[in-house]
């Protein structure tokens, strides 16, 4: 029974690689893809897919289908741009930008339209460059709990990375109106629980709390919403019973170099089917890093590790390293631009 749910959760996760799927349509599938760290969510995509390339998602995120946002948990993600106006009324939360701009001087009731203006027809900034524009009223991070504030407003986005920083830009500048949020909760919800499912399932409402931040009240009401399309799973999880099976692809069995803050790790409540206790703290070391890891059959066996195109792999115990060099070769050739292997 395990096997069975940890290979059900790893086609709906997309990393038994079906036939072609493009960034966005990646993105559309999975709701939202975990972005604070640009570089680990490209190698994201690379797990899932053995033909996308970075310059595919890049281009994606350029063309504006794929945006990078505060989304659920208030951590950065890349959301479809279709996605936004419904996944971002619910998930959007200024009570903890307020304390933080507090923490660090930045105060006012003209917040929303400071960071707005100083946003506005400039394309994407840099934080030192819109610290300039604000020419005094916040500094440092205080800058970019700004513009998560406008982002709470529908009045900002990330921009694409200028020599490996974040940039920010304002949504009518990079979307070409601010966002427009949904105004039927009941909706949203609705939409919400079938999505996570499609990528999640088997799961419960406290594995949706747990990824998306909402309470876990408002988890339950979702997935009620949505009760008519249910079904029992196994270990008191639920799935869709309109649910489409992926073509192609494989599970069993299946290897995958997953990187650090892979939505395999952190979109359900429990990760004890995929990771042993006693391996815990080789994943999650604290001081909020979660390590790169190493998975065969949807179990966490290692983790590894990169020096720009070199892989480093550190399995939990000795493993035969064959079924793994497929992986480590495709992990190089795609971060250097090469044709996959």
Do not use: C
Not at 163 to 188: C, I, M, N, S
Not at 236 to 254: H, I, K, P, S
């Amino acid at each position: 029974m395990p096997n069975d749910l940890r290979r059900a959760r790893l086609s709906a996760q997309l990393l038994h690689r079906p036939s072609v799927l493009d960034a966005g349509e990646m993105v559309r599938h999975l709701l939202a893809v975990q972005a604070q760290d640009v570089p680990s969510t490209l190698l994201a995509f690379r797990a899932r897919s053995a033909s996308v390339t970075v310059k595919e998602i890049e281009a994606a995120w350029e063309d504006r289908e794929i945006v990078r946002a505060w989304g659920p948990r208030g951590t950065l993600h890349f959301v479809h741009r279709d996605d936004l106006p419904w996944l971002l009324a619910l998930t959007r939360n200024d009570t903890g930008t307020m304390r933080r701009l507090a923490q660090e001087g930045v105060t006012g009731d003209d917040l929303p339209a400071l960071i707005g203006d100083a946003l506005a027809g400039q394309g994407p900034l840099t934080k030192a460059q819109l610290e300039a524009r604000l020419a005094g009223r916040a500094k440092g991070q205080g800058v970019v709990h700004l513009v998560a504030l406008a982002a709470f407003h529908g009045l900002a986005v990330l921009g694409p990375l200028h020599r490996g920083k974040p940039t920010y830009v304002h949504a009518v500048d990079w979307l070409g109106a601010p966002v427009t949020f949904e105004q039927d909760r009941d909706r949203a919800l609705a939409e919400l629980a079938l999505r996570y499912l499609r990528a999640h399932a088997p799961a419960t409402p406290d594995d949706l709390a747990a990824w998306s931040g909402l309470p876990l009240g408002t988890a339950r009401a979702a997935f009620d919403l949505i009760a008519s399309r249910l079904e029992a799973a196994p270990l008191g999880g639920f799935t869709l019973r309109d649910a489409d099976a992926e073509a192609g692809g494989q599970t069993n069995g299946a290897v995958r170099l997953a990187p650090a803050f892979d939505e395999y790790l952190l979109g359900w409540a429990d990760r004890a089917l995929i990771l042993e206790e006693r391996h815990r703290r080789a994943v999650f070391p604290g001081g909020g890093i979660l390590r790169p890891v190493m998975l065969a059959d949807g179990v966490i066996e290692g983790t590894w590790s990169r020096k720009g195109e070199e892989v480093t792999l550190a399995p939990f115990e000795q493993r035969d390293p064959g079924p793994w060099k497929a992986e480590v070769a495709d992990v190089r050739a795609y971060l250097s631009g090469s044709p996959r292997p």
